[in-house]
């Protein structure tokens, strides 16, 4: 587990979805916007939003009253992910 820590920009749930074959219908799940600030070799600033899935069980930590503010957030990874050392 990592914890991620970053300002919260927003909120929203995500477009339910159904597969064509099977007619499956999947409900979108609430997902929160994080503001990550990189700092360029030049010196300037790039600013990324990562939206990220929450469980439901823990939608109640992330409200409307917390955008623009700080929040920690419990992650795991999905696929390849690279590290290095800052």
Do not use: C, W
């Not at 597969?19 to 700092?39: P, Y």
């Not at 069980?57 to 419990?74: A, Q």
């Amino acid at each position: 587990m990592l914890i991620l820590k970053s300002e919260l920009m927003g909120i929203y749930k995500a477009n339910d979805f159904t597969d064509k074959n099977t007619g499956v219908k999947t409900i979108g799940r609430t997902k929160i916007q994080l503001l990550e600030k990189q700092t360029m070799k030049d010196g300037s600033l790039k600013l990324v939003v990562l939206d990220i899935s929450i469980p439901e069980n823990k939608k109640h930590l992330y409200t409307k009253e917390k955008i623009g503010k700080i929040v920690e957030v419990e992650v795991s990874t999905i696929g390849d992910v690279r590290y290095y050392g800052i």
